[in-house]
Each structure stands twice: as C-alpha cells, then as structure tokens.
C-alpha cells in the first residue's frame, strides 16, 4: 500500500518553492496565503524535516527541498497528463467499425439500450467491410465475420452463425406454399454473398434440381432480408441477423433445417484499448446482449 503526504499539502509545498513565494503560490491555487503557510507547515512535521528556510519575508529552499521538489514536480506533471488524457478520451466517442449487415439488423436496434444505460458515452459507428488491423487509431473497436483470428487483437465471439431459408409469412403460405424443400423450385431465390452459399446450403440439406442461378442477387446480408420481408422471395438467412424479424413475426423459417457457417461474428480490439473505461463498458453491454456475458478473449494474434 502506498504512503502517500497529504496531497493538498505536496500541491502547496509545489507551488510555493517555484514562486518562492507563499502570497504568489495562494494566488495561483486560489487560497489564501495563510493556507500555503499551514499546508507547507503540515508537510513539513509530516517529513519530519524542514523545506523552507524563513528569514524575515525572504523564503529560501533547502537542500532537502529542491531535491524533492524535482521529483514531485515530475509526479505532479504525469498526473495532470493522464488527467487530461483521461477527460479527453471520455469527452471523444468511442469509435467502432461494424460490418454494414450486423450494424443494420443487429446493432443499431438495440443501441437505444445502450445510451439508457450509458447516457455519458457518445458512440461513432462507421460501417465498413475493410480489413481493420487496429494499427492504425481510426477505431477503438471493431465487429467482423470471421474465424476469430487477427493477428495482434484480442477475439470475443459475439454470436456463431447459421443458414436457413426466411421468408415473408405471405410467401411461406403461398400459392405456391412452401411445405417441404422441393418447393424451393417454384419460388424466387434472394443471392447473398458467398454467391455460392444457397448451393452449398442444398447440398448440405439434400436438395436437387433447384435452379440456384435465377432469382435476385445482392452484395449484403441485410439487403437480402429485407427484400424477403418484402415479400420478393426467399432468403437463405444467417439466423443471427434475421432473429428480430423472425421474433418480430415479419420472416418465417418455412423450413426446419439450418446449416451452420465457419463465420461468426467477433468483437476485435488492440490490447491497449482494453483497459479504457467506455471501451470496458461497450465490451460489457454487447456480450450481455449477445447472451455471452463477459468471457475471456478467445483469440490474441493468430494468423488467419
């Protein structure tokens, strides 16, 4: 356990032994000159020596004083550094990078849960696919897809991933009703990245002679559930991020059978963020809503 002097007093002997003078030291630390006197003086039995020398009105400094001088004036310069780091930082968002999908069906639904709770905090989301290595300080934090190894940053596993066809309950109900897997062939498909993703999903179900080519094709997972919830077809849905519109009653899994992906999703962060306070705080919250609570970091440097 650190002995520490009264720090109000260290503040006093500080400013006084560079003014050499109690009235200036009163003046700059908003006391009065009696203050600065009583404050050195509680310092000084404290010590048990002395760090002034009083003739008259003249103040010098003893030896023993200019030494310590030198030290605490380092310690009291590192304080108000830290300090001010620490007010700036909670005073800037924090800054996350989050996949376009997982922001728009994921995270942005539940962020009025977050700032309930943390009013303080201010968020900056910038959704992006780009790589993010955390060696550069655009971000505090990142959401990706992946097997949960990036080289240099810590890996927490969110949420793991499956595939299942979604769709519009007025699709699902027909005409033509979807009432087993055959009946994908009479239904519009909705292509989502992989492009290859519906065939491998067949395959894996046991589903043949589907046109897997025809139908509507996009570039994002939340575009795609979309135009399902729209009614234009049927989605082969990464169940994660379609679990609001399914509890939401706004897509059905016509069918039952579902296919787990390699991707899941991860928050990624530098070993050096980890300790900031809003950091530690959005960690918190996702897993919790996540279902994981606060688990250990599952991967720390790997290469993909």
Not at 95 to 119: E, G, K, N, Y
Not at 134 to 154: E, K, Q, T, V, Y
Not at 255 to 263: G, R, V, W
Request: charged share 25%; proline share 5%.
């Amino acid at each position: 356990m650190r002995r520490l002097p009264p720090l109000g007093a260290v503040r006093a002997f500080e400013a006084a032994a560079r003014h050499l003078n109690f009235t200036q030291a009163a003046a700059e630390l908003h006391v009065t000159q009696a203050a600065i006197s009583h404050q050195v003086r509680q310092l000084e039995q404290w010590l048990g020596l002395r760090l002034f020398e009083r003739r008259g009105h003249a103040l010098t400094i003893t030896a023993q004083g200019r030494a310590y001088l030198a030290d605490i004036s380092v310690a009291l310069d590192r304080i108000a550094a830290a300090t001010a780091r620490v007010k700036e930082g909670a005073q800037a968002p924090l800054r996350i990078t989050v996949l376009p999908s997982f922001a728009a069906c994921w995270l942005v639904p539940r962020l009025d849960a977050f700032r309930a709770q943390h009013p303080d905090i201010d968020l900056k989301l910038t959704a992006s696919k780009q790589r993010w290595d955390g060696a550069d300080d655009r971000f505090d934090l990142g959401i990706r897809s992946g097997l949960g190894r990036w080289p240099g940053l810590n890996a927490e596993l969110i949420a793991r991933e499956s595939l299942s066809p979604v769709c519009a309950p007025s699709v699902a109900s027909g005409p033509p009703a979807l009432r087993e897997l055959g009946d994908l062939r009479h239904v519009r498909l909705l292509h989502d990245t992989p492009s290859d993703a519906w065939r491998i999903w067949c395959d894996h179900a046991g589903v043949a002679d589907i046109d897997l080519e025809a139908g509507l094709a996009f570039d994002d997972a939340a575009l795609v559930l979309r135009a399902a919830v729209q009614g234009q077809g049927v989605a082969l849905g990464r169940l994660t991020l379609a679990d609001d519109d399914l509890r939401a009653g706004r897509l059905v899994r016509p069918f039952a059978q579902a296919m787990p992906n390699d991707y899941s999703y991860w928050l990624v962060y530098p070993l050096a963020k980890a300790q900031r306070f809003d950091v530690a705080v959005f960690r918190a919250w996702l897993l919790a809503q996540a279902g994981r609570g606060v688990e250990p970091s599952v991967r720390i440097g790997e290469s993909v």
